[in-house]
């Protein structure tokens, strides 16, 4: 399994946990530390177990009041550098 902390910008998240698979293709677990409880929570349980490459298809991009990003954007850019350090 493949573990990351990564520190968000931009939004009210201070961290997000990202744990994959060892061949760095499914969400196994995802955790973020602030931000909005309830919500980040349930993003959490709705990505566990799918592909790394769907969820951050689905969740890129996504903005947040007048922010630029959302902790969901950030959590693909979270997902991207998970994989990455699998390759590495």
Not at 2 to 27: N, Q
Not at 36 to 57: T, Y
Not at 65 to 72: D, H, L, N, V
């Amino acid at each position: 399994m493949i573990d990351l902390d990564f520190r968000p910008r931009g939004v009210c998240a201070r961290m997000i946990h990202v744990e994959l698979s060892d061949d760095g293709s499914t969400i196994e677990n995802v955790a973020f530390d602030g931000g909005c409880n309830g919500n980040l929570k349930a993003i959490g349980r709705l990505v566990a177990g799918q592909p790394v490459d769907s969820i951050v298809e689905l969740l890129q991009g996504n903005t947040c009041g007048p922010r630029k990003t959302s902790c969901a954007d950030q959590l693909t850019l979270a997902l991207r550098e998970a994989q990455a350090k699998v390759r590495a």
